[in-house]
Antibody, heavy 120, light 107 residues
Framework: EVQLVESGGGLVQPGGSLRLSCTAS????????MHWVRQAPGKGLVWVSR????????NSADSVKGRFTISRDNAKNTLYLQMNSLRVEDTAVYYC?????????????WGQGTLVTVSS | DIQMTQSPSSLSASLGDRVTITCQAS??????LNWYQQKPGKAPMLLIS???NLETGVPSRFSGSGSGTYFTFTITSLQPEDFATYYC?????????FGGGTKVEIK
């Protein structure tokens, strides 16, 4: 069974940093593209970033470019999102999601999410 | 960015009703369209991929159709566990974009 467990969320002041983790199990992590998607309280889903299976290629939404960095450690079956220069508008539940083995594919499995609150 | 316009934003329906949600893309996306279900406090779950492909384990009362810019999602006979919010999502072009969601409530 595919399992994705996010951690690392919490309360941080504007301008601060946070690193989210997503630990994967139940599948061969190193074969799949992985994504981060966020959801502000009471709002819809917004794509944040994605990373290739071997970690050599990434893409991010314009709203987070230069501030957020997606990475992965395939030996640890873990996906990361380093978030710097956080803004109030980054407040959201952050989900990691497993896509397919190809760059163009649905988001097949999702973690339960971790809440990031940016507030002074 | 490709805009996904989903309608209605909410609807009230009774058990056993047929429910249809539409999703319109701002440009042609072929069949690169997915549908997700999200219940309160839970993660989204993929129901339909590639516009009409029902994911394993998803009940057959759910279906999807369309191509190009216009897509529909249908629940043929609404069940208690179907009350949730549904999102369409295109994966033709980055950034991936989602519709605004349709909240299906009990009448």
């Amino acid at each position: 069974e595919v399992q994705l467990v996010e951690s690392g969320g919490g309360l941080v002041q504007p301008g601060g940093s946070l690193r989210l983790s997503c630990t994967a199990s139940g599948f061969t992590f190193s074969n799949y593209w992985m994504h981060w998607v966020r959801q502000a309280p009471g709002k819809g889903l917004v794509w944040v970033s994605r990373i290739k299976s071997d970690g050599t290629y990434t893409n991010s939404a314009d709203s987070v470019k230069g501030r957020f960095t997606i990475s992965r450690d395939n030996a640890k079956n873990t996906l990361y999102l380093q978030m710097n220069s956080l803004r109030v508008e980054d407040t959201a539940v952050y989900y990691c999601a497993r896509a397919g083995i190809f760059p163009v594919s649905p988001l097949f499995s999702w973690g339960q999410g971790t809440l990031v609150t940016v507030s002074s | 960015d490709i805009q996904m316009t989903q309608s209605p934003s909410s609807l009230s329906a009774s058990l056993g009703d047929r429910v249809t949600i539409t999703c319109q893309a701002s440009q042609v996306i072929s069949r690169f369209l997915n549908w997700y279900q999200q219940k309160p406090g839970k993660a989204p779950m993929l129901l339909i991929s590639d516009a009409s492909n029902l994911e394993t384990g998803v009940p057959s009362r759910f279906s999807g159709s369309g191509s190009g810019t216009y897509f529909t999602f249908t629940i043929t006979s609404l069940q208690p566990e179907d009350f949730a919010t549904y999102y369409c999502q295109q994966f033709d072009t980055l950034p991936l974009t989602f519709g605004g969601g349709t909240k299906v409530e009990i009448k």
